[in-house]
Nanobody, 113 residues
Framework: QVQLVESGGGLVQPGGSLRLSCAASGIIFSINPMAWYRQAPGKQRELVAHITPTSFTNYAGSVRGRFTISRDNGKNTVYLQMNSLKPEDTAVYYC???????WGQGTQVTVSS
């Protein structure tokens, strides 16, 4: 059974930072590309960042230079370091196996003063 469990969301002021984690089980994590998505209220879910098994990365234009996706294959975990957060980053963030349709439950990120 595949499980993706996100953690690390919360409330942060504009300009602040958060690090999201996604722990995977039930898959051979090291050979799977992984991705982070987000969905803001009233908007479609969008791809935020993608990482290949060998840690090549790609980002949405709106987060490039502020967010960093990384992975630890020994811990079966993918991370999203989010810096210089803006109110428009407020959303539920989801972890996903990029080549299969498995999603985590999501973690809320709220950027507000």
């Amino acid at each position: 059974q595949v499980q993706l469990v996100e953690s690390g969301g919360g409330l942060v002021q504009p300009g602040g930072s958060l690090r999201l984690s996604c722990a995977a089980s039930g898959i051979i994590f090291s050979i799977n590309p992984m991705a982070w998505y987000r969905q803001a209220p009233g908007k479609q879910r969008e791809l935020v960042a993608h990482i290949t098994p060998t840690s090549f990365t790609n980002y949405a234009g709106s987060v490039r230079g502020r967010f960093t996706i990384s992975r630890d294959n020994g811990k079966n975990t993918v991370y999203l370091q989010m810096n210089s957060l803006k109110p428009e980053d407020t959303a539920v963030y989801y972890c996903k196996t990029a080549s299969m349709n498995y999603w985590g439950q999501g973690t809320q990120v709220t950027v507000s003063s």
